[in-house]
């Protein structure tokens, strides 16, 4: 059984840096294509950052392209997401995911429980 834990999330201010981990266990990591999605409150999922099984591919939503980084480290089964200059409406539960084809959509096999990133102005 494939299981994806996110941590990392906590309470920061404007303008701060936060960066978000992904263990993944169960499964085979190098496998999987990996992404970040988040859901703020009355809002609808979505995506992020996806990056390729390799790591050599990537995409950036354009509404965090430039602040957030997404990386991957096969060794440790492990996916970052690295947040910089956070803002009030970066507010989500921050939901990693795999995927055996990398996607923009929600289109992912597996899910974690989320970790609640809250930015206060």
């Known amino acids: 059984q494939v299981q994806l834990v996110e941590s990392g999330g906590r309470l920061v201010q404007t303008g701060d840096s936060l960066k978000l981990s992904c263990v993944v266990s169960?499964?085979?990591?190098?496998?999987?294509?990996m992404g970040w999605f988040r859901q703020a409150p009355r809002k609808d999922r979505e995506f992020v950052a996806t990056?390729?099984?390799?790591?050599?591919?990537?995409s950036i939503a354009d509404s965090v392209r430039g602040r957030f980084t997404i990386s991957r480290d096969n060794a440790k089964n492990t996916v970052y997401l690295q947040m910089n200059s956070l803002q009030p409406e970066d507010t989500a539960i921050y939901y990693c995911?795999?995927?055996?084809?990398?996607?923009?959509?929600?289109?992912?096999?597996?899910w974690g429980q989320g970790t609640q990133v809250t930015v206060s102005s």
């Open positions: 995911a795999a995927a055996y084809k990398i996607t923009m959509t929600s289109a992912y096999d597996y």
């Open positions: 169960g499964g085979s990591f190098s496998n999987y294509a």
């Open positions: 990056i390729g099984k390799s790591g050599l591919t990537t």
